[in-house]
């Protein structure tokens, strides 16, 4: 039972950040709220939680990389893919190698296996706490799609790392041509898992639906236990549950672009998996703030084995380690940079020209945070001959000040170095929607047609589905003349269109009050208010 009531109060722990992030003036990351939110939890109640760290790793981190993996934008992953591969490849072998002889040269103490896993797990970025920043600093979409790719990859590359130096730790060795081939089964077979599960559940899903029909939620709950499938089949087949996770989710964007799910279906998923994914990455910060005294007292203990008196030297090690990390990501950018500048040298094409706030942004923008704290979290208790993990209060306790020191950064930097900036808009992507538009309301205007003749036999009235058409094909005709008219006129069309927005949306808010109302006094009943209320909150969904 109390068990269940830290768990209720670290749930409303969670829910009390989204509210008091948007009543602190300064712009403070939420992730750090929570973490203190965490440490007044474990102020208030007498029982912590004990975790496992298998769990943890299976409840937390399947459903986040399959989230991830899903509504990252594919066509910037594409269009940058080499850029992201270098920062998610090669800038999370150059972070395990540099900053994991580093840790070992600070912390002798520390085996080099660990101090090796200690670099790996805070290498992986967070797009998710980048964002958050973002939403007070304007940062450049392309930029923005480039970390979201970095992330979604190195995110996969860290975590495998962090296992083969947890591995190399628990065995004492670690062959490279063993790890080799290892990493090798471990990708394509965990890439393949995800992406076959996916596709197979998709294919079952839709013919059922088809054959049987669909039941109320059953969609979303398979959608949801789809991360899940994937990790545990691909973990027992000895391959990456991780790359299971990712692949199933990118799959599963792809699965989406066939149609077959239904409008209110795919509604009522984005929400659920709007909360899921709110509610996951809270709950991690705030088990960190709960779990945070006990572990600062064990990297106490820690250094204290190593020579070290003073906890002063725990500030120490996580700015040299930050700093390091920052350092790291700076001549990784920059050397990436020049080799984008000399390749285009070598095709003829005109130079780029390198910004060093941009540069400084960049390197700023890798913040650590959930994918970092989740698997740090998994560290094994004790090795397989039983004696306890060397130095785990440590290394989690590194891990965890490496992430509230880079979003501390990034959340102080970022609007110093890009405030002031001009970044111009990507004009291709609005071609790419004017056409869209165009295409579709001319299939709508085709459809409407042939639906008017299928249906006007059936009419009791002749003239009622001309007139319905006449109606409906107006807003289509009013849409393509948008996307057909000259850059000027388009710019009076957008704000006729923001005008008619806001006065719609003052036409449902009075709806849905009327409709209120009238319940409230019983001239309504409970089920058709619902039904009235659901029609205006979808409706609502489009203008907003």
Not at 399 to 415: C, E, G, N, Q, T
Not at 416 to 443: T, W, Y
Not at 456 to 463: N, Q, R, S, V, Y
Request: hydrophobic share 55%; charged share 15%; glycine share 6%.
């Amino acid at each position: 039972m109390d068990a269940i009531e830290v768990v209720l109060a670290m749930l409303l722990a969670v829910i009390a950040s989204g509210y008091l992030v948007r009543l602190i003036p300064v712009a403070l990351p939420l992730p750090l709220l929570q973490i203190a939110l965490g440490a007044l939890v474990v102020g208030v109640t007498p029982h912590g939680v004990e975790l496992e760290p298998d769990i943890f790793f299976l409840l937390f981190l399947p459903p986040l990389l399959f989230l991830d993996g899903w509504r990252i934008p594919k066509s910037g992953l594409l269009r940058d893919k080499g850029v992201i591969l270098e920062l998610a490849l090669g800038l999370v072998v150059f972070t395990v190698a540099g900053a994991g002889f580093l840790i070992h040269a600070m912390i002798p103490a520390m085996p080099l296996p660990v101090a090796f896993a200690l670099a790996a797990i805070v290498s992986p970025t967070d797009p998710v706490a980048v964002g958050a920043i973002a939403k007070r600093t304007p940062i450049p979409k392309r930029l923005m799609h480039i970390l979201e790719g970095e992330s979604l990859l190195n995110d996969a590359s860290g975590l495998v790392c962090f296992r083969f130096a947890v591995a190399a730790a628990m065995t004492g060795s670690l062959s490279l041509a063993t790890a080799g081939l290892t990493f090798l089964w471990l990708a394509v077979a965990g890439v393949a898992v995800g992406v076959a599960i996916t596709l197979a559940v998709a294919r079952a899903q839709t013919w059922l639906t088809r054959h049987f029909g669909e039941p109320g939620g059953s969609a979303i709950l398979v959608n949801l236990l789809l991360p899940f499938g994937a990790y545990l089949m691909a973990e027992r087949l000895h391959a990456s549950g991780i790359l299971a996770a990712v692949a199933a989710g990118i799959t599963m964007s792809y699965v989406e672009l066939s149609g077959h799910a239904m409008a209110a279906t795919r509604i009522q998923r984005s929400a659920v998996w709007d909360t899921v994914q709110f509610t996951l990455n809270g709950t991690m910060f705030v088990l960190l703030g709960e779990q945070l005294p006990r572990i600062f007292h064990g990297a106490r203990m820690s250094i204290e084995q190593g020579g070290h008196v003073n906890p002063w030297w725990l500030a120490v090690y996580a700015f040299a380690i930050s700093a390091g990390l920052l350092l790291l990501r700076c001549l990784w950018v920059w050397a990436s940079l020049r080799l984008t500048i000399y390749k285009q040298k070598a095709r003829g094409q005109p130079r780029l020209k390198i910004n060093p706030r941009l540069l400084l942004a960049t390197s700023v923008a890798g913040a650590r945070g959930a994918i970092t704290l989740a698997g740090v979290l998994t560290l094994p208790l004790a090795l397989a001959d039983g004696t306890p993990f060397p130095a785990r209060d440590l290394v989690i306790f590194l891990a965890s000040a490496v992430i509230l020191i880079s979003l501390l950064v990034a959340s102080a930097a970022l609007p110093l170095l890009l405030n002031g900036m001009h970044f111009p808009g990507e004009p291709h992507e609005q071609v790419e929607e004017d056409r869209a538009r165009k295409a579709a309301a001319s299939a709508a205007i085709a459809a409407i047609e042939q639906a008017q003749i299928a249906q006007m036999p059936l009419a009791a009235e002749p003239d009622v589905y001309p007139q319905a058409a006449a109606r409906v094909i107006a807003l289509y005709r009013h849409r393509l003349n948008e996307a057909a008219s000259r850059s000027d006129d388009r710019a009076k069309y957008r704000e006729a269109d923001r005008a008619e927005c806001a006065l719609r949306l003052a036409a449902l808010q009075a709806e849905r009050d009327a409709v209120f109302e009238l319940a409230r006094e019983g001239r309504l009943s409970d089920d058709t208010s619902r039904k009235l209320v659901r029609e205006i909150d979808l409706m609502e969904s489009r203008y907003r």
